[in-house]
């Protein structure tokens, strides 16, 4: 059973079932959804899968988790890790140095790690609306990656439409064309004048809107969202960090029990929120290492206790999926830590004050799990490059892994860091960074130079964007959205 960070209203139930949990995922007070108890799981649990496949040791962690959904539907979901580059491993971890890992989370359709989760997510919840005989809307906003994914995941799916909205040029090439140019019969991609923050905060209006729910409802439509804050995402999440472990157990590069380090190049917080949970549930990380970039508010929390964004502007950064002021998940974290009265009180001054502040003893809590280092573009140029001189290509938000891998260890440990989306997402970067210059490409020029003069492979679903046919042009003024989408719902 799921319960709330933010205590209960008197109103909303005192707990809900995990599908409740995914189809309404907003608590009472604005809070989240989070499991009553984390499951114990067998003792040794970790050996015994050292030679599941991913989709294996998936299964039995979900059944630990004891969820509504069927056997066979939970099955279903996981066969989506077939549409990954090798099915028996979608999530390898690759050997870098003596001491480092690199646990690529792009092997998916849209080359993101978002398809991690998104893949079975999408499976999971439109077998829940079609059993319910209920139809839903599912909105996203996206800066980039969710996008791309959410629309892949949930693409002519039984019970579900989607619609999605981006800033008109605040994507890559790449992501937008891999928006539309979808061609599902249950998609709508729609262009904001605006920028990322704009586009978010129209979801955020749409969903909180009576009269658009009243709309929706005439069609017998009801409506969710795909952003982190929904657990069903978050469960995929935990899986993962698992195979880390097992992974380096496999390749003798641990004995069991060896405590190791976890890197998380974050923004909404999901990512590492993951690792937290499945360290708690029995695997052994000696701290996870949290990477941000220029927007260092999760840094400042963590290493002060202060959450403060008073004085605070995003900035745009190349490493856009974690340019972020608000991050959702650290609730989940906090209620786990300190329960939820505390957390609604924390939540609130945040609401009211744009600041929150941790006490001591908390603030040493937080510090006893997690550690945190940010850096900037230029730093982050220097190390792809670096790295490619020694033989491994990496994207811009991978690149700040490396920051907290070597300045944060305290002990000599094996550490894993999390690539979570492939270079071929993030091509003018990575090429400026290689050619140690500052020129403007074009996303197909730079795949085509990268390709080539280093000998990286270019995956078809890639190449194949600039041929395609684009199905979705409209571009509209951010008061235009709730009219258009309903004009599709209607359609
Ligand atoms: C979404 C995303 C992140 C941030 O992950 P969170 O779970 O939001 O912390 C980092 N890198 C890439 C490439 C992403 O798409």
Redesign the pocket.
């Known amino acids: 059973m799921f319960i709330e960070t933010r205590g209960n209203d008197g109103v909303k139930p005192i707990e809900v079932s995990f599908s409740d949990a995914i189809l309404s995922p907003s608590a009472s007070f604005g809070g989240l959804y989070v499991p009553k108890q984390l499951p114990k799981l067998e003792e040794n649990f970790l050996q015994n899968h050292i030679n599941s496949s991913y989709k294996e040791l998936a299964y039995d962690i979900l059944k630990a988790f004891e969820i509504d959904i069927e056997e066979e539907e939970i099955k279903k979901a996981l066969d989506l890790y077939d549409n990954f580059d090798d099915a028996s491993n979608p999530c390898p971890v690759v050997k870098v140095k003596e001491d480092l890992f690199v646990h690529e989370q792009?092997h998916g359709p849209t080359r993101?790690?978002?398809d991690m989760a998104l893949q079975p997510f999408g499976s999971i919840l439109s077998s829940i609306a079609k059993k319910r005989d209920e139809k839903y809307l599912i909105l996203a906003a996206t800066s980039?990656?969710?996008g791309p994914a959410a629309l892949n995941t949930f693409k002519n799916k039984e019970n579900i439409q989607i619609a999605c909205l981006y800033p008109d040029g605040g994507t890559s090439d790449v992501q937008r064309l891999q928006m539309v140019c979808e061609d599902g019969k249950n998609q709508k991609i729609i262009g904001i004048k605006g920028n990322f923050d704009d586009a978010q905060t129209a979801l955020k209006n749409l969903l909180s809107s009576q009269t658009f729910k009243d709309e929706l409802e005439k069609d017998g439509i009801k409506l969710s969202a795909a952003n982190?804050v929904n657990f069903g995402r978050i469960i995929f999440?935990i899986i993962y960090h698992f195979w880390s472990y097992i992974e380096l157990l496999k390749q003798e590069e641990i004995s069991f029990g060896e405590k190791i380090y976890l890197v998380?190049?974050?923004?909404?917080?999901?990512?590492?929120?993951g690792g937290y949970y499945a360290k708690h549930m029995g695997v052994p990380v000696e701290k996870l290492l949290v990477a941000s970039n220029e927007n260092n508010i999760l840094t400042e929390w963590i290493n002060t206790g202060v959450y403060d964004i008073r004085n605070k502007e995003l900035i745009l950064t190349k490493?856009p999926?974690?340019d972020?002021l608000k991050?959702s998940?650290i609730e989940r974290v906090m209620f786990s830590l300190y329960g939820a009265q505390r957390t609604k009180e924390l939540f609130d001054d945040l609401n009211n004050n744009n600041i929150f502040t941790l006490t001591e003893n908390e603030t040493k809590l937080l510090q006893e799990e997690f550690a945190a280092i940010n850096s900037d573009d230029e730093y982050g140029a220097k190390i792809i490059k670096s790295y490619l001189d020694e033989g491994y290509l990496m994207?811009p938000?991978t690149a700040t892994c490396i920051k907290a891998y070597e300045n944060l260890r305290e002990k000599d440990l094996k550490t894993v860091i999390y690539s979570?989306?492939e270079w071929t997402?993030f091509s003018p970067t990575v090429l400026n960074a290689l050619n140690q210059d500052n020129k403007t490409y074009a996303d197909k020029e730079a795949l085509e130079e990268i390709s080539s003069k280093f000998n990286a492979k270019l995956p078809q679903s890639i190449s194949s964007l600039f041929e395609a046919k684009v199905m979705h042009s409209i571009i509209i003024e951010k008061e235009k959205i709730e009219e258009e989408i309903i004009k599709f719902i209607k359609d």
């Open positions: 792009y993101a790690f978002k980039g990656d969710t982190s999440q998380v190049p974050s923004g909404n917080f999901g990512n590492v929120l490493s999926a974690m972020i991050s998940n994207d938000h979570t989306a997402k």
